[in-house]
Every structure is written in structure tokens, then in C-alpha cells.
């Protein structure tokens, strides 16, 4: 028993959740401050302006983060490692000051949308933050790809505490929904400085694009998944603030924060362990099959046990911690977080398919998943917010593990592709 101790905590997996797991528990704990202070201190309407300010960048995210040049590097062979980071330190940079000016096009017409023109500045200077991420970005893939997770989680715990903290200041002191503009700009200095000051790699000073076809080939699948996840994360809020108010949106919007934001947190935080963890066994399919089925049992038993404790409390600590005002949003918080079940499986499900160059099959399975999820939501947002929250459960519930079944038969069964229909 002891040796087989020892192993859990020699492997790397559980090594990189564990120092992701810290790093997340301090920034949750910090978030739990943070949306105790905004839930007296914020108005409904203000929540409602946050969600729509966060979902805007969000969207932005996914192409810088999730889809941009960090998946091909950690995925990339010896040889290729020699020349991509200078081509991705060069693309990064066209694909931020691209989205940084398009954000700043849309922001008057995505306030003129919802009918608020106090959202065009807010959304014009948080497209600031998107211009510091070239100096840093390279550095954090090649450390992913190092598997040296801890650096990130070290990042991740020194930015949410400066963000966390201006946040909370700047909302007492009145500043409203720019605290919140204002934090997130100033706490990217934390990764800019965590990142250069643990990795050596630095661009050569030649402008060069060798090998973007590479990149681009291979990262349009996550791109195009994490788009879809994206448009699946958000749907809910975008039509809840279009066809009901903004205060609706805000309840809904506390909701979600409250409720998935923990759970969300945990899945984010495995599927940045899982990748690079299933990348260094890719070659040996009976290795490949036994780092995935470790990924899933992992994923359950920290996944589990927090959603089920957190849909079960929220009765109790959302009156005692957020104040009474909020009470109406738990019968939605609850279905909420009890979305959150099956979501890690299906992430590794399609983390799995993205190692053996089948990035391909998840895209097909994300397009179907996300026109049924669009379908079912424009639907039950014709009632309530209680109709969406149950709606996305259902869907969750029916469908992600379906996927996960699939994905795990195609790969290790050698089936070739599958087809969700």
C-alpha cells in the first residue's frame, strides 16, 4: 500500500493536478471573497453587464488561448520544436493585434445590441489585455510541453490574488464594472513576469512564418472545438439577455458564477494536466489506453464529489453568504452545477482524439452537439431561467457521456472515425 502511495505521488499527472489543484483551491477562495463582495456591492443590471463584458472576451480567449499556438508546441516533434516557437512568437502577434482591433470595431454595435451604450468603452479597453499575451505565451507552452505545470499554477495563484484584490478595492470604492476592466488589465504583468522569469526562451529577433501552415493545420481543430464550447457556454447568457432583461441575465449570470464557476474551474485545471500527459504516451497505443483511463478515474473523483456537495449546500450558504436577494437563483444554480457531471469525461474524451492527430472527429462531434444545444435553448428561453438551466442539464447529462463512449471505442478499437448521427 505504501509503494503504491508513493507511485500516486511520483505520477506526473497527479503531479501537475496537485500543483494546479492548489493554485485553483487559492484562487477560488479568493473568488468566493470576490463574489460575496460584488453580490452586495453589484446591482442585478451590473451582474448582467459583467456577464456580457466576460463573455465577449471569453470568446476572444479561445482564440489566443485555446486555439492559437500553444497546442501545435506542446504537440510538436523534436525537430519541428527547433523553428515553431519563432514562427508562433510572430503569428501570436498578428492574431492579437488582429482581435484587439476587432473587439474595438464591435464594442458600439454590441452595446447598441443590447441597448446599453455604457458597455462600448468597457469593451474597447479590455481588448488591451489580448496585447500582452505575445510576451508570454511561448514561454507557457513550452512548459506545458515540459510538463512543468507548476509554473502555471504559480502564475495562476499571483494573478488572481492581484486581480482578485483590485477588484474588491475598486468595487468598494464605487468604481462599479470598472473594477473589474481595471484589475484583469493590471494582473497581466503577473503572468507576463512568472512566465519570462522561468523559461529562457526568447524570439531570435528575425521575423519569420516557417512552418505557420503546421500550426495552423493542427490547431484549427481545438480552435474550432473550443469555439463551439464557447458558443455552448454562452448561448444561455446571449439569449437570456436579449429576450428577458438585464436583470434577468444578472441572476442567471450570479447563478452560473456561484454555482458551475467552482466546477468549471476543477475541469479547466484537468484539462490543462491531461494533454501534455496523454502527448508523452501517444506513440504506444496500450500506453496511450492506460494514461486515458488513469485521466478518468482522476477526473471523477475530484469532479464528483465537489458537485455533488456544492448542488446539495446551495440552499444554505447562498442566503448566508451572498445575501437573501440572490435566494431567487438557486433552484437555477443547482441545475447549473449539476451540468457539470459529465463535462471532464467528454474533455478527455476529446483531449484524447486531439493526441492521435484525430482533432477532426471532435470537431464533427462539437458541431452536433452545439446545433442540438442551440436548438433546445432558443426553445426554452421562449419560458424561463429555470427552463434553460434544465435544458442545459438534460442535454449535458444526455449527451456528453455518449460522446465519451464513442471517442474511447474509435481510438482504441481501431475503428477509424465515428459519426455522432
Not at 14 to 19: H, L, S, T
Not at 30 to 47: K, P, Q
Not at 107 to 132: S, V
Request: glycine content about 6%; overall charge positive.
Amino acid at each position: 500500500m505504501q509503494n503504491k502511495f508513493k507511485h500516486l505521488l511520483s505520477d506526473k499527472l497527479v503531479k501537475n493536478i496537485g500543483w494546479l489543484t492548489a493554485s485553483q483551491i487559492f484562487r477560488r477562495v479568493i473568488r468566493i471573497a470576490i463574489v460575496v463582495v460584488l453580490g452586495r456591492a453589484f446591482s442585478t443590471e451590473e451582474y448582467g453587464l459583467m456577464a456580457i463584458l466576460f463573455a465577449i472576451t471569453d470568446f476572444a480567449n479561445v482564440f489566443i488561448q485555446k486555439g492559437g499556438v500553444a497546442p501545435k508546441i506542446i504537440q510538436a516533434s523534436e525537430e519541428e520544436i527547433k523553428y515553431l516557437p519563432d514562427t508562433a512568437y510572430w503569428t501570436n502577434w498578428i492574431l492579437c493585434l488582429s482581435i484587439f482591433i476587432l473587439q474595438c470595431l464591435l464594442a458600439f454595435p454590441i452595446a447598441f445590441f443590447y441597448d446599453n451604450q455604457n458597455l462600448a468603452l468597457p469593451i474597447m479597453i479590455m481588448g488591451a489585455i489580448y496585447l500582452f499575451n505575445p510576451f508570454y505565451a511561448i514561454q507557457d507552452a513550452l512548459l506545458r510541453r515540459e510538463n512543468k505545470l507548476k509554473v502555471g499554477a504559480i502564475a495562476t495563484a499571483l494573478s488572481s490574488f492581484v486581480s482578485q484584490t483590485l477588484i474588491v478595492v475598486l468595487a468598494l470604492m464605487g468604481m462599479g464594472i470598472w473594477s473589474i476592466v481595471s484589475a484583469l488589465l493590471i494582473a497581466q504583468i503577473c503572468w507576463l513576469v512568472v512566465y519570462r522569469k522561468n523559461h529562457s526562451w526568447r524570439p531570435s529577433g528575425k521575423i519569420t512564418l516557417k512552418g505557420w501552415e503546421d500550426i495552423f493545420h493542427f490547431s484549427k481543430y481545438p480552435l474550432g472545438i473550443e469555439m463551439l464550447n464557447y458558443l455552448r457556454s454562452n448561448i444561455d447568457y446571449l439569449l437570456i439577455g436579449r429576450f428577458f432583461s438585464v436583470d434577468q441575465l444578472g441572476l442567471y449570470f450570479f447563478a452560473f458564477n456561484a454555482g458551475l464557476g467552482l466546477s468549471l474551474t476543477a475541469i479547466n485545471m484537468v484539462s490543462n494536466s491531461v494533454f501534455p500527459y496523454l502527448c508523452e504516451a501517444r506513440d504506444s497505443l496500450t500506453s496511450l489506453k492506460k494514461s486515458y483511463k488513469r485521466s478518468l478515474k482522476i477526473c471523477a473523483g475530484i469532479i464528483f464529489p465537489l458537485v455533488i456537495l456544492q448542488s446539495s449546500l446551495a440552499p444554505i450558504y447562498v442566503p448566508i453568504v451572498f445575501s437573501a436577494k440572490w435566494a431567487p437563483a438557486i433552484p437555477v444554480l443547482i441545475l447549473i452545477c449539476l451540468s457539470a457531471l459529465p463535462r471532464p469525461f467528454a474533455l478527455v474524451a476529446e483531449q484524447l482524439l486531439l493526441t492521435v492527430d484525430r482533432g477532426g472527429d471532435g470537431l464533427k462531434w462539437n458541431i452536433f452537439f452545439t446545433t442540438a444545444f442551440t436548438a433546445a435553448i432558443l426553445v426554452a428561453a421562449q419560458f424561463n431561467t429555470f427552463i434553460v438551466a434544465a435544458t442545459v442539464l438534460v442535454l449535458h447529462l444526455l449527451l456528453l457521456p455518449v460522446f465519451t463512449l464513442l471517442a474511447s471505442k474509435s481510438v482504441f478499437s481501431g475503428r477509424g472515425a465515428f459519426s455522432p448521427s
